[in-house]
């Protein structure tokens, strides 16, 4: 499994690097433009993301900017969608809502990320046996 970890928090990143690193391939970026510019690079090369971790509040381009800016890059490329979750430190059902119904992310983590939480959701969307 090939996974982009995007948060402006360099701690939140070596977190889910960590509970990741069994069974994924990781890579992280801190802002949503070089989000952007690492899923178009994955896709070009022919080898997509499986899952984008994407904090919600980050400085310049916050997740639901580069959410969208991603899913117009996979519809006009014609690739296959891969998995979005959501992450905030906010527990907002509006934000929530917000997240998985304008957005079109398959799912949304509260943090701190608990690597038991992380593992249910990769189960849920067939990332993980």
Known sequence: MKVLIVD???????????????IALTDCVNNGKDAVKMVQQAISCGKPYDLVCLDIVMPDMDGHQTLKI???????EE?????IF???????????????????C?????KPVISDSLNKLLVKHGLLC
């Open 70 to 76: 991603i899913r117009e890059m996979e519809n006009r």
């Open 106 to 110: 398959d799912d949304y983590i509260v």
């Open 79 to 83: 690739v296959k969608h891969g998995k």
């Open 8 to 22: 402006d928090s360099p701690v939140e990143n070596l977190f889910m690097s960590v509970f990741l690193e069994d």
């Open 86 to 104: 959501m992450v905030t430190s906010c527990d907002s059902p509006d934000q929530m809502i917000e997240a998985i119904g304008e957005d079109g």
